[in-house]
């Protein structure tokens, strides 16, 4: 079976302005290291669509939806944070990055790939229910996740973050559900935004326990993250037998990372790939979506892809 990912150069038409770090050439980037390393060919592309509004507001208010259409169109540059540029297309643009997730899980459940990764910006794993925080207009893993329990009727699903910054949105969208597992290592909320975070907050009413944070101090690189793979990340989503894995895939841990004060290497992220693709194939069928979240350092978030791109292949041929 096949590696499926989902690259379009629409993507690049959400202007974030001169200076941005969150900036269209990431994806130029991370697509001429794919090609110049021979992964480009080696994938099964999958074309992304615009998610439906309806799969959107599984996660977002409806209010916050329109809101976000209607500051767009407008011509606004922020919307809600400093943090957060638009520009006349970003709310189209952001449809077609959250539908990226739709189609890859479908892709998974259908057979057509195993596993997935999707380029996509803006991000997504700091929206909240009803506003756009850090680059993030919409939860583009929070959205292929509820696609999964409610479209495919999974029971389990497990979302994996491994961003520098701690995946705020995505955990209070599904901190009181026993159905989704948020697992997040980041660097720690007194040194980094967004500020949460913290190993004490581990879900609410009935989805107390179904929330892991990690946080790891300023300067951690492999080893540590390796040891909480094997000590925490793993053993937690073995207790869990979640029906799919997915991976909010940022790779601003990277030691060259501007908005980040980690070490993370290359191989780094591909042995956190090998271990989360080890877990799905033992777990879950090898079923595991990966989408991109941050990464500033356009040569490391580049390697860093190319080697998280490269084990999701070994595992599909």
């Known amino acids: 079976m096949a590696t499926g990912l989902i690259f379009d150069e629409r993507y690049l038409l959400h202007d974030t302005g001169a200076g941005h770090p969150e900036r269209p050439a990431r994806l130029k980037a991370i697509g001429a290291k794919l090609r110049e390393t021979g992964l480009w060919d080696r994938c099964t592309h999958l074309s992304p669509k615009p998610a439906p509004l309806e799969a959107i507001a599984r996660v977002h208010d409806a209010d916050y939806i329109e809101r976000v259409e209607a500051t767009c169109r407008r011509g606004q540059r922020l919307i809600d944070t400093p943090d957060c540029p638009i520009c006349p297309q970003s709310f189209e643009i952001a449809l077609l990055s959250a539908g990226a ?73 599904f901190e009181d559900r026993a159905d989704v597992l948020f697992i997040s290592l980041h660097e720690h909320p007194d040194y980094q935004y967004p ?66 004060n980690m070490r993370v290497s290359t191989e780094g992220f591909a042995a956190m790939s090998r271990d989360l693709v080890t877990a799905a194939e033992r777990l879950c069928e090898g079923r595991l979506l990966s989408m991109l979240e941050g990464g500033y350092d356009l040569g490391a978030l580049a390697d860093g892809v190319a080697a998280h791109v490269n084990t999701l292949l070994s595992a599909s041929s």
């Not at 739709?102 to 700091?126: E, K, Y």
């Not at 495919?152 to 910054?165: P, S, T, W």
């Not at 179904?210 to 101090?217: A, E, G, R, V």
């Open 195 to 260: 500020g949460t975070g913290y190993e004490h907050e581990k879900g609410k009413g009935q989805g107390e326990g179904f929330t892991l944070n990690i946080p790891l101090m300023p300067g951690s690189g492999d080893d540590l993250y390796r040891e909480v793979f094997e000590s925490q990340v793993i053993p937690k989503l073995e207790e869990y037998k979640p029906q799919c894995i997915l991976v909010s895939a940022g790779f601003d841990a990277a030691e060259a990372d501007p908005l980040g």
């Open 101 to 173: 997730g739709l189609v890859a899980a479908d892709a998974i459940m259908s057979g057509q790939v195993r596993n997935a990764f999707c380029a996509t910006r803006p991000p997504g794993h700091h929206a909240e229910r009803a506003t756009a925080m850090g680059f993030c207009l919409f939860g583009n893993i929070a959205i292929a996740a509820a696609h999964l329990l409610s479209h495919h009727k999974l029971d389990r699903v497990a979302i994996v973050d491994f961003d520098v910054h701690h995946g705020n949105g995505t955990q209070h969208l």
